[in-house]
């Protein structure tokens, strides 16, 4: 098994930082991707970003583009995704997630991911 938890939410005007953490642990060496996704209320869930544990290839939703980065430190089971130029419509309950293996095109196809962490809430204000 893999546990997955978040860390780094919280409440931030528009324009501001955030940097969520994912810390994984248990079966590490079953996983060879991590995606973050997130839920606004009252939406359905939606990828942002991935990293490959191996190549270290990344993907992102084009709504983040250019103010989000997905990183990795191995060493620490850890993955980053950094936010900057937050704006209100990225507040939603994020997720980091782990697959066994996932074809880079379905990256953000939350159904191919197996197990999934507790969430950690983003709030931006106007």
């Known amino acids: 098994q893999v546990q997955l938890v978040e860390s780094g939410g919280g409440s931030v005007q528009a324009g501001g930082s955030l940097r969520l953490s994912c810390a994984a642990s248990?079966?590490?060496?079953?996983?060879?991707?991590i995606g973050w996704f997130r839920q606004p209320p009252g939406k359905e869930r939606e990828g942002v970003a991935a990293?490959?544990?191996?190549?270290?290839?990344?993907y992102y939703a084009d709504s983040v583009k250019g103010r989000f980065t997905i990183s990795r430190d191995n060493a620490k089971n850890t993955v980053y995704l950094q936010m900057n130029s937050l704006k209100p419509e990225d507040t939603a309950m994020y997720y980091c997630?782990?697959?066994?293996?996932?074809?880079?095109?379905?990256?953000?196809?939350?159904?191919?991911?197996?197990?999934w962490g507790q969430g950690t809430q983003v709030t931006v204000s106007s």
């Open positions: 990293i490959y544990k191996g190549t270290g290839a990344t």
């Open positions: 997630a782990a697959t066994l293996g996932v074809p880079s095109r379905r990256w953000g196809a939350s159904d191919e991911y197996n197990w």
């Open positions: 248990g079966y590490t060496d079953l996983f060879n991707c």
